[in-house]
């Protein structure tokens, strides 16, 4: 973690310049009265990312981080990154890939997620569902954080491992919802399949 948040830290600095010598009155980082450089960025509601807490630790000197509103999607937070709406975002490489192709003018720096025996992305289902393989969730619905990024990426790669063919797939439904409220829509019956990560899976 330590590695990581040094990493991070220089990223952090790189852009803080970056963004003053491209800002040229047109937006970018921001230096305030006491010397240190403005980062907007977007959070995600309940959950806190790596920049926050690397500023909650201290190890910020020159950087004042900014956050300008909220975002569970990856796609969204990178999208306003390119729209100069924030200076930094995080999403999944096939969504930045998608991005770049557009011809917008991003650039990754650094894998800002990943897996491990504790971090990863959970399906839950509740304790007595009946779904146990990718046939199960034909006619179902699952629950993720945005569409068009790594959880919807993840379910139709695994469902088609299964051997599920494409209109099997394509009947397997796909919903929106918050993390912070994919546990009661999993519970409450709204949805069959929860994908979450982090804090969430706790």
Not at 87 to 99: P, W
Not at 131 to 158: C, P, S, V, Y
Request: hydrophobic share 40%; aromatic share 6%.
């Amino acid at each position: 973690m330590r590695r990581l948040l040094t990493a991070l830290l220089g990223i952090l600095g790189l852009l803080a310049s970056l963004a003053l010598a491209g800002c040229a009155g047109t937006g970018g980082a921001t230096e305030l009265a006491d010397g240190r450089y403005e980062l907007k960025y977007q959070g995600t509601p309940g959950s806190v990312n790596l920049p926050e807490l690397a500023e909650d630790l201290g190890y910020f000197d020159n950087i004042a981080l900014n956050r300008v509103s909220d975002t569970s999607s990856g796609p969204i937070s990178i999208q306003n990154v390119a729209t100069g709406k924030t200076d930094f975002g995080s999403a999944f490489n096939g969504a930045i890939a998608k991005l770049r192709a557009s011809g917008a003018k991003i650039t990754g720096v650094v894998d800002s997620y990943g897996a491990d025996a504790e971090t990863y992305n959970g399906f839950l289902v509740k304790k007595d569902s009946d779904i146990h393989t990718g046939k199960d969730l034909i006619g179902r619905t699952i629950g993720m954080n945005t569409l068009g990024a790594h959880a919807e990426f993840i379910t139709r790669e695994w469902l088609r491992q299964q051997g599920l063919t494409p209109e099997e797939i394509g009947k397997v439904n796909l919903v929106v919802v918050e993390p912070v409220n994919n546990e009661e829509a999993l519970r409450s019956g709204q949805i069959d399949v929860g994908a979450v990560s982090g804090p969430f899976l706790q």
